[in-house]
């Protein structure tokens, strides 16, 4: 079965630093999303992508993250100046008809910042 | 604003026996999507079932079904002879579609263990 793969898994970083979430979704999907979930939180949406541009954000995703789809395989998260309250599991998500459907999620990556 | 409620952090079934998770939402549109999705552990995340809002037949897939009752707002997930392979974390979402919003709301979730 497709998979949509996330690396690394675990990720420790210091805070202020930069950090990229990796992820491959699956090839023949064209929509695109990243979500999170604070340890003992609700898993919650950040950012949807399409089309080669963002369609729809939350107010969580402010100017510290971005996101791109550099190769046409993968699909990167930037956090640029991370903070403690940045510490998460970070899901990826694709889909190949779009959200009415139902997503792949990947296993994700736990960004730890100390 | 949406919001999505699971009340049962844990439940246990035994092997071959019927379970069902609780899901209650809450939410003043009218066009919505509401899905069930189920992580294994240090798996990734996969769709269970889906339910349109407008649709009064209960979704169906194989050994899951859903009782969703619009009016009080339910959405549970019943599983029929559980098996070994179902203990995951299963995940209530809900999907606005006024606006073309992508936005999955998500519960906090319930862990499921399967006893052999």
């Known amino acids: 079965e497709p998979e949509v793969t996330q690396t690394p898994s675990h990720q420790v970083t210091q805070m202020g630093q930069e950090v990229i979430l990796r992820c491959v979704p699956i090839?023949?999907?064209?929509?695109f999303y990243w979500y999170r979930q604070i340890l003992g939180q609700k898993v919650e949406f950040l950012v949807s992508?399409?089309?080669?541009?963002?369609?729809?954000k939350s107010e969580i995703f402010d100017d510290q993250f971005s996101v791109e789809r550099p190769d046409g395989s993968n699909f990167t998260l930037k956090i640029r100046s991370t903070k403690l309250e940045d510490s998460a599991m970070y899901f990826c998500?694709?889909?190949?008809?779009?959200?009415?459907?139902?997503?792949?999620f990947g296993s994700g990556t736990r960004l730890t910042v100390v | 604003a949406q919001t999505v409620t699971q009340s049962q952090p844990e439940m246990s079934v035994q092997e071959a026996e019927t379970v069902t998770l609780s899901c209650t939402y809450d939410?003043?549109?009218?066009?919505?999507?509401l899905f069930w999705y189920k992580q294994p552990p240090s798996r990734q995340m996969i769709l269970v079932i889906r339910q349109e809002a407008y649709k009064q037949q209960n979704a169906t897939e194989n050994r899951f079904s859903v009782n969703f009752q619009k009016a009080a707002k339910s959405f549970s997930l019943k599983i029929s002879d559980s098996q070994l392979g179902d203990a995951a974390m299963y995940f209530c979402t809900s999907l606005l579609t006024q606006g073309g919003s992508e936005k999955l709301v998500f519960g906090k979730g319930t862990k499921l263990t399967v006893n052999p």
């Open positions: 992508f399409y089309n080669n541009e963002i369609s729809e």
């Open positions: 939410t003043s549109e009218s066009d919505y999507y």
């Open positions: 998500a694709s889909s190949s008809l779009g959200p009415l459907y139902g997503y792949t």
């Open positions: 090839s023949n999907h064209l929509y």
